[in-house]
């Protein structure tokens, strides 16, 4: 008899997908909804259990995933779902939807489902570490409540960091994607400049490697640039979405190198870059010299 909670995932996006692999992989028993139907069916030979509603796909869970576009949508499914979940089901909330939101989100689950334990677990990570399990989950709210969550968990990420009350995991993966964000336009804007005086990616990474500005995300764009390749791994889209929603939660501070990037990154996403990797704003910079 399988002793594994039982697990929906609600959104099989790239993130969303990925936990739904990783858990079929290790003997879960999975659920799923999305909005695009077709999405995930490439999973049902592996098990996953497609559904047509949010309700169906939670009726049996006892661990809730949802990775969806932001609040609006979160809050949409949740009243969707809530009529059909177990009354002592656990819901994790990963995708990076902002803090005014997430408080929205917890209000309306108590509201509907006042038995329910709330996690706000946003990750660290993007496609390829999310495929891999190597993800870092981000996880704040009743921790003596979540033993099934944390085994879920266990089963998609390289380890959870917790911080305190839920809502505190979104403020810090906000933290986090605005050092991502910061640090990707200086590698593009750097290679630029590298381009220009007849360096190439692979010299500027071998004049950082072994040094403390080494980073790996570094490489990995600078790889990104070299292969003229930007498929995303996080589609520039989503990451001016939490641009923005960092710029929203800080005011009245100003954050003016952020609030910059969010206005360029506005216009590669009109031109066309919305959907490749983030990365691809090295070819934005490139094509308006």
Not at 76 to 92: L, T
Not at 156 to 169: L, P, V, Y
Not at 251 to 262: H, K, Q, T
């Amino acid at each position: 008899m399988n002793s594994l909670p039982e697990v929906t995932v609600l959104g099989l996006g790239a993130m969303g997908h990925a936990f739904a692999s990783n858990l079929l992989k290790k003997g879960f028993t999975v659920n799923a909804w999305n909005r695009s139907a077709e999405r995930g069916s490439d999973l049902v030979s592996s098990g996953l259990k497609l559904h047509s509603t949010p309700q169906q796909a939670v009726a049996s869970a006892d661990v809730i995933i949802s990775v969806l576009a932001d609040g609006e949508v979160t809050l949409e499914v949740i009243k969707q779902m809530s009529p059909g979940c177990k009354k002592n089901a656990i819901y994790c909330q990963m995708g990076t939807i902002g803090i005014q939101e997430t408080t929205n989100v917890i209000h309306t689950l108590k509201q509907l489902q006042p038995a329910m334990v709330f996690i706000d677990a946003p990750v660290s990570g993007t496609k390829a570490p999310a495929e891999n399990a190597q993800v870092l989950i981000l996880a704040s709210g009743q921790r003596d409540k979540c033993a099934a969550a944390e085994t879920v968990f266990s089963a998609i990420s390289r380890g959870t960091q917790w911080f305190g009350e839920a809502g505190n995991s979104q403020k810090m993966k906000l933290v986090l994607n605005s050092w991502l964000i910061t640090m990707m336009q200086g590698v593009a804007e750097s290679m630029q400049l590298a381009k220009q005086f007849g360096f190439t990616p692979e010299q500027f990474w071998n004049a950082l490697d072994g040094g403390p500005l080494a980073a790996p995300y570094v490489k990995v764009k600078l790889d990104a640039i070299a292969k003229n390749d930007f498929a995303p791994q996080m589609q520039l889209q989503h990451a001016l979405k939490d641009a923005k929603l960092a710029l929203a939660s800080a005011e009245p501070m100003a954050l003016p190198v952020l609030d910059r990037i969010s206005e360029v990154w506005e216009q590669a996403a009109a031109d066309g870059f919305a959907h490749q990797d983030l990365s691809s704003v090295y070819v934005w910079l490139d094509k308006n010299k």
